[in-house]
């Protein structure tokens, strides 16, 4: 292609701000940038710009914020653009009458190896499910979400002490570099976008479904490594939790996000032992985890041994699974 690619972006989190940055920087042109409304915030409730919105402003490129994506108000103002190419990452679902509008398409950056892991939390599953790799995938948008045809792929491994918060910070640089070798692709005329059935053979595939609060209670009953892969795969957010039962007969609930497995404490599901001093063991299954990260309700997250400095652990009893 001849003429500059005219290019609309559209993301709210920091995840989006990276690929928006890498754009900027590589002087493609981005004409517009569509980003999440300004929302309360903090003990103040001041309004609280989204990141997109910080970074786009920062640059000098215009902002649009709209409640509603088929508001003829927006759809009027998106067409103005006149965007050649839309790029969506850590955004909404959008209308049709938004993804069909621009010539060359719109494409979405998803954080998994398409069509494993379609949904909102592709990366704290991947993490949960214990699995070695995944990685990014850019793909046209069409009607079921997740589900259009893969344009690039590029694998990330996952470390042993890899959390959902680790992996996130290293599939936010990669999908940056995806995203740019895919728009050069897209301004070389150079893509062929292959279905998402070729890219996989097998019958069952991993879903990525929206995770509540209250699929994030741990299963102490469950094996160690499966309980660790769990801690691992919601840290730091939305973060697993489980009930303490205090010797006074009061529960409170606490937040585990970085824990170890040990075969060195002989302990039944949910029994807790420590030396109150530097650590923490709550028995599983098999083995038993050693805590070394935590938030009490009502309390800072911390470290155990800082923790115990404050709290007497031989208070609990037992914990509820």
């Known amino acids: 292609m001849n003429k500059k690619l005219r290019i609309v972006f559209m993301g709210t989190p920091d995840f989006a701000v990276e690929s928006l940055k890498a754009l900027v920087e590589n002087n493609y042109q981005v004409v517009g940038v569509i980003t999440a409304p300004d929302r309360p915030a903090g003990r103040g409730q001041k309004l609280k710009q989204s990141p997109v919105k910080e970074y786009a402003l920062s640059v000098g490129l215009p902002v649009l914020q709209p409640e509603k994506l088929k508001k003829p108000e927006f759809i009027e103002e998106l067409k103005a653009l006149e965007a050649d190419l839309q790029i969506i990452v850590a955004f909404r679902m959008l209308p049709e009458m938004v993804w069909n509008m621009p010539p060359l398409g719109s494409l979405n950056l998803h954080g998994s190896l398409l069509p494993h892991y379609r949904g909102a939390a592709p990366i704290n599953w991947a993490v949960i499910n214990g699995d070695k790799k995944t990685g990014v ?3 046209f948008l069409q009607h079921e979400i997740d589900t259009g045809n893969i344009i690039m792929q590029e694998a990330l491994p996952i470390e042993d002490n890899d959390t959902a918060g680790s992996v996130h910070d290293k ?3 990669l999908g940056a570099e995806v ?3 895919t728009v050069k692709r897209i ?12 890219y996989s053979d097998e019958t069952v595939l991993k879903p990525a479904p929206k995770i509540f609060k209250a699929d994030c209670k741990i299963n102490w009953q469950q094996e160690a490594q499966v309980i660790h892969n769990f801690i691992r795969g919601l840290s730091p ?3 697993a939790w489980t009930e303490l039962e205090l010797a006074n007969g ?3 609930s606490a937040k585990i996000y970085k824990s170890e497995i040990s075969a060195d404490h002989k302990l039944k599901p949910g029994e807790v032992k420590s030396d109150n001093k530097t650590y923490i063991a709550i028995g599983t299954k098999d083995h038993a985890l050693l805590i070394h990260e935590l938030q009490l309700a009502g309390k800072k997250k911390m470290r155990t041994e800082d923790l115990l400095r404050g709290f007497d652990a031989s208070q609990i009893t037992k914990i509820n699974s």
């Open 237 to 239: 957010y939305p973060s």
């Open 171 to 173: 599939m936010m640089e």
């Open 179 to 181: 995203i740019l070798k």
């Open 187 to 198: 301004e070389e005329g150079n893509i062929k976008a292959i279905p998402q059935d070729e």
């Open 137 to 139: 995938t850019t793909f």
């Open 250 to 252: 009061k529960t409170i």
